[in-house]
């Protein structure tokens, strides 16, 4: 076969789909980091089966990995897929609609059996019934290739067949002209105690990559060129990850230990792990055995001068209310991180929702308002967990910060800063003498009472979840007291708007149509509005970051515009809130409650469909 130079592309996105034993995470982790240490600008998405253990070979076991890789400027992981990697039936008939027509799917035939074919669902084989007929299929026995590649390893057949992996990985390795340098490192290093696990998978990978050299399906490869971005040194880094970087960050700026008390819950989970690998930066992590320990934990090691944190998906939030009004009470520190998942109740675990709006601004008992924050990518999850951080601390109330799965999951380029280009954080310190301490003295600028750790000479006090005498502290029943302890409370996070930037819009400043939205619809609402531009079409884009307080100039950015349009995963609730807050002004909605992203285009029509009306 004569060699062909290869196809050079602006971006190209793959899907990488089998069962959840096929190690389809890992192949997909393994493209996008040698992706990212070749420049490429990038964005994944990992998409997880909700059940355990669901039955092998079934649509329900299914999971599938996600990314766009690109020379130019990615904010998604794209709407459809350029090339499918399906290894097997159930793969994909759950995937197939995420292809674009004309786009290039590879089967691994060894598992399109008459057994596995209706174990997926199909009556016909797909492969000979003509419903494959608008894309360019490559058929690829990768299992029998990779028993044969393998023989005479030592290994049981089911760790070679666990290989198979590592030949697709291969072959898309040649096909967008990966080196598969890196790949090799991760396997010496992962398997570095099992040196007959380093040689299977290597010769896999090198067989898969021969494999695609010499198969004359695949006419040509590709290649995707370095982006260019900013000097410095990035790392590729998911949600959940900048989430536990930036709290280390915050830790360290304000000079306090950090505590981090959590049950275990999807897509929460891996701050936690994170978290655990730094105890030599003085982290202290608690596995507690419910969700009101794990909170009440992050309380009282925010009483004793520590920065408290906690962490948990919508249904642990919510039994973590009470305690989260005793720490608005009591006026410490305290971060709740609640990362969104599909509801409600268990709902939809490992699929990604921004449900839970309602339940972070009203989901208390009685009058009690924190502050409210939502990064909208991965990398800035580090960004706004350090700010959600410098809130809490400065003014001291709690503030929760509000991800999803998507975010959490989901992972891009991010370049390391400098912590001394980060901001201070100023723990406001009692200064004056002993005889003039009361617990609730305030600074008179910010409103917060000053953060006193229990024990120094003088200092002493008490907090509890009985109502606060102004001033003292001491438990009150007085009627009037209450009334000013909940204002007071309440005027505290509204002073926070003279703390926080002024929101920003991208496109129109005015004119038609603005688009409102928040959390991880960014990327593919920035697309929409970029794309859209290419087109002619004009229209501003505001993505709340600070949600509560609201920043003070989004009510003039509201009135410059004749239509807004709120763009939300869940049924509208920042679209009612705003309503509330800002009923002069006519709100459109666009709402999608799947368990899955925006896509681009789905944003572009309604965009259209509102402007030609």
Sequence with gaps: MSKTMPVELDKVVIRFAGDSGDGMQLTGSQFTYTSAMLGNDLATFP????????????????SGFQVQIG?????????????????????????????????????????????????????????????LDDYKIIEAPITSLTKTALKGIELDNKSIIRCKNMFALGMMYWLFDRSKDETIK??????????????????????GYNYAITIRAIASNYKIPAA?????????????????????????????????????????????????????LGVITLQAEDEIAAVCSAIGASYAGQLGVTASAGPGIALKGE?????????????????QRGGPSTGLPTKTEQADLNLVLYGRNSDSPCIVIAPSTPANCFEYIFQAARLSIEHMTPVIFLSDGYLANGSEPWKLPSMADLPEINAPQFKGSEQEFQPYLRDPKKMSRYWVVPGMAGLEHRLGGLEKEDITGNISYDPENHQKMIDIRADKV??????????????????ELLLVGWGSTYGSMLSAVKELEKEGVKIG????????????????????????????????????????LFPEYRYLQLNKVQGLPFKITEIKEKIKSILNN
Aim: charged letters at 20%; one cysteine or more; proline letters at 5%.
């Design 47 to 62: 998409d997880f089966p909700a059940e355990i253990r669901a039955p092998q070979g079934t649509v329900e076991g299914v």
């Design 541 to 580: 884009l505001a993505h709340i970051n600070y949600l509560n307080p609201l920043p003070k100039n989004l009510g003039t950015i509201l009135g410059a515009y004749n239509k807004v349009l709120v763009c939300e995963l869940n049924s509208g609730q920042l679209a009612n809130y705003l309503r509330h």
């Design 228 to 280: 260019k971005i900013e000097k410095g040194i990035y790392r590729h880094i998911s949600g959940n990850q900048a989430s536990a970087w930036g709290l280390l960050a915050a830790a360290e700026k304000v000079g306090r230990k950090l505590f981090y008390g959590s049950y275990p819950i999807t897509p929460a989970s891996d701050i936690l792990h994170e978290l655990t690998k730094y105890k030599n």
């Design 186 to 207: 991760f396997l010496e290093s992962k398997f570095r105690k099992k040196p007959v696990l380093v040689e299977a998978n290597k010769k896999a990978l090198n067989a």
């Design 323 to 339: 305690a989260i009004g005793l720490a608005i009470m009591a006026e410490i520190p305290l971060i709740i991180i609640d990362v």
């Design 71 to 131: 020379k130019i400027d990615i904010y998604t992981p794209g709407d459809l897929a350029d090339i499918l990697i399906a290894m097997n039936p159930a793969a994909l008939r759950s995937n197939i609609n995420w292809v674009r027509k004309g786009g290039n799917i590879i089967l691994d035939t060894d598992y399109f059996q008459d057994r596995n074919i209706k174990k997926a669902g199909y009556k016909t084989n797909p492969m000979e019934d003509g419903s």
């Design 494 to 511: 509204k002073a926070v708007a003279n703390f926080i930037p002024e929101q920003q819009v991208i496109g129109a400043t005015s004119g």
